[in-house]
């Protein structure tokens, strides 16, 4: 690729993102958003009391089973004061639905998605210090090394336990990720925290019913570009049948999105050497975006399964 024709790509591709804009949920809420390296996300954690296509998302006092019947939310320790700030708490089952509680066109972020934030931030140890709200106006306490440099502005809202109820309101930040962890049979998923007095994004696992936050990112739109020259990545054989390789002149901290044509998120597999086979199998013959992130690149190509 041409040298000049590169740099005007990456030019358009930073002044097109970097203007703010503004998204409204289905109850009329509305969250602004920031752009994070190929990501965009909402600034804001999610508040809606609906799903999409305007089915309502339970809310519940009790204790409650940890399987797919368990699609609630709450307002911390059930106070709706405490909504326009903190947002609410979802179980991972309603935030898995299909119904989608993010806005239309925005989805709730994968493990890989989560990893790739914290990845241009410079890596999991620093990268809370960069989104946690500067102060204690509503952390509890902070140390002089938090910047919120990204613009996150992730605040303590707490959790919701099963089944011991609300806790660490104004000490933790925490969020869902869509992604499963261990058995079916005792369902866990990962999710993503800030705590008080730590500069780091922190990985852990939690039981599905449990309550936490949820902040969304927006889809895949139209529109192939590639953000650094095309031979430093190769993506073959491309159409394919049932496996690509994926090989990278370097290798990078890296990850493969795979979105069908609508822009949803249907794979994601982290690249740890100079060439990593993924198997397709599972994908309906048709077109698709494979979308490889790292820290400072993003190529997005068409992927053709037949």
Known sequence: MNKSILILLVFSFMLL??????????????????????QIWTKENLKTTR??????????????NNDSTSIFQWSYNQDSLNIPVYGRLYTWYAVTDNRNVCPTGW?????????????????????????????????????????????FTALPGGQRGNPTGFSN??????FWSTTA?????????????????SGALHQSISVANCGFAVRCVKDLTAGIQNLIPEDEIKIYPNPTKDKINISLEEIKNSIAFIYDISGKLIFQQSLIHKINPIDVNFLPVGVYVIKVVGMDFSVERKLVKE
């Open 17 to 38: 993102n970097t203007q703010a804009q503004t998204i409204t949920d289905i109850d009329g809420n509305i969250y602004n958003t920031i752009t994070l390296g190929t």
């Open 169 to 174: 309101l104004y000490t933790l930040g925490a």
């Open 51 to 64: 799903f999409n296509n305007g089915d309502s998302i339970a809310t519940t006092s009790l204790p409650i």
């Open 181 to 197: 962890w261990g058995s079916s049979a005792f369902p866990r998923a990962y999710i993503f925290s800030l705590q008080a007095n």
């Open 107 to 151: 989805h709730v972020p994968s493990e890989a998605e989560w990893i790739s934030l914290a990845n241009f931030l410079g890596g999991d140890t620093i990268a809370g210090d960069k989104m946690k709200e500067i102060g204690t106006t509503h952390w509890l306490s902070t140390t002089g090394s938090v910047s919120n440099s990204s613009d």
